[in-house]
């Protein structure tokens, strides 16, 4: 109570420090928004709880009324995710996922740096598929009776955080920012990213990072060996098959389905309806793999925190914030293109570090989008390097879910992940950078 006390207070205090620069009405959104990213942060109320906050608090403060606000909790892209997370609980149920953990350790040296090598492309390449958080409680504590040596057990655990925030933006379910970037571009009649252009687009970069970033992590590690009962593979049974069977179809249907211009149009199917149905599959008799009582497991609380951040996006569009904000901020869209990059990849990694991605790019997306209407800036690409950036936080555990579950292993310490993470920080935005202009540039 003390934490929520506390919170109150200080979004009052800036609100009054803010009704000197901005309207009443803006003023009150921002402390707004102040008041549920530190009630985020610092979890006074549970997740869920918070991210439905804006329903009440909207409307009660004259921002945008209830209807406005709850049709952002219901949001098609919603229902993709939805989707997503039932195929993830599939493959939890059937334990596919140690399997295809297990393989990808069999093809790694038993050595630490082989070790830390397999535990970042096994979490990254799970956390592609199944969300970032997940794949971070299923693989840390794994990592953690790897070895006894307590430097080796740091690295290990970072290699799995650092690995699954790295995976998380190859595909659009990987992580609740792609998500929102989606939905702000529906919302905004822009030109929709196809799930499997998002993986051609991504895929360079997590590349990049899964070769740097493990190679430092394993520096100065001395010689080490697992025993090789964990890399024991268990033959795959009738249900694991069945489940690779259909997520194989899964890949190949939103392949043919994906536009690839100007040679291919693709067939048009909605993917939203697509990953949904998939996801209805796994409670198909002798087909699926889920009975109702698994819904119990879908974190609910997630697609409240997209409503939450849609809900943002709009009061931002809505009041008319952001375009006081872009105006402000006009100057630096005369920029040349990588200075603007590079600003706005610096200030969304480092300002992600102490506050929710989720919520800072429910901030940032309808400001920069204002800049495209008043300055000459590519939006869709500014949009994509922020959005990417979000994810791409390694400093503190408050900056992403899998920092805090490393952090909450008790095998981290701020300081270490701080260390690591600053270096990877800056490694992380030249790589966005650089990507975004020989590669993104021209394809978005």
């Known amino acids: 109570m003390k934490q929520i006390t506390l919170t109150l207070i200080l979004s009052v205090i800036l609100f009054f420090l803010l009704n000197s620069f901005f309207s009443t009405q803006h003023a009150t959104l921002l402390s707004i928004i102040f008041f549920l990213v530190v009630l985020w942060s610092n979890e006074a109320l549970p997740l869920g709880v918070v991210s439905l906050l804006p329903i009440l608090l909207f409307p009660s403060f004259d921002i945008i009324s209830t209807n406005e606000t709850v049709s952002n909790y219901s949001k098609s892209i919603i229902f993709l995710f939805l989707g997503g997370f039932m195929i993830a609980i599939a493959t939890q149920k059937i334990e596919l996922h140690k399997y295809i953990s297990n393989k990808l350790l069999t093809l790694f040296p038993n050595t630490a740096r082989g070790i830390i090598f397999s535990l970042a492309i096994t979490s990254a390449f799970l956390s592609s598929l199944i969300s970032n958080t997940t794949t971070a409680l299923l693989l840390i504590p794994i990592a953690i009776y790897l070895s006894d040596d307590i430097k080796i057990r740091l690295r290990f655990v970072l290699a799995i955080a650092y690995g699954a925030s790295i995976g998380g933006i190859v595909t659009p379910i990987g992580t609740p920012p792609n998500l929102i970037l989606l939905g702000f571009m529906e919302q905004h009649h822009l030109e929709a990213i196809p799930f499997i252009k998002w993986i051609a687009l991504t895929s360079p970069l997590a590349i990049a990072m899964l070769i740097i970033i493990p190679f430092i992590l394993s520096l100065g590690v001395k010689n080490f060996e697992i025993d090789a009962s964990l890399k024991e593979l268990k033959p795959l049974n ?37 990953l949904l149905g998939y996801g209805l599959l796994m409670f198909m008799p002798k087909i699926g793999f889920l009975t109702w009582e698994d819904t119990k497991k879908i974190p609910y609380e997630i697609m409240f925190l997209f409503g939450a951040g849609f809900s943002i996006a709009m009061a931002f569009s809505k009041t008319g914030l952001a375009d006081v904000i872009a105006n402000q901020l006009l100057s630096v869209t005369d920029l040349p293109i990588i200075l603007l990059i590079i600003l706005v990849a610096s200030l969304v990694t480092f300002t992600t570090e102490i506050t929710s991605n989720t919520a800072l790019i429910s901030v940032v997306l309808p400001i920069i989008y204002s800049l495209g209407n008043v300055g000459n800036i590519d939006v869709a690409l500014i949009l994509f390097v922020a959005t990417i950036c979000a994810s791409y936080a390694f400093m503190l555990p408050i900056a992403t879910p899998p920092n805090a579950i490393a952090m909450s292993s008790g095998v981290v310490k701020v300081k270490d992940m701080a260390k690591y993470g600053l270096v990877f920080n800056i490694l992380g935005i030249v790589l966005v950078t650089t990507t975004a202009i020989l590669y993104w540039q021209f394809y978005l």
């Open 238 to 274: 009738w249900d694991q098959k069945r489940l690779l069977y259909i997520l194989g179809s899964l890949i190949v249907l939103l392949f043919v389905n994906s536009k690839i211009e100007p040679y291919y149009m693709g067939l048009g199917l909605n993917e939203k309806g697509i």
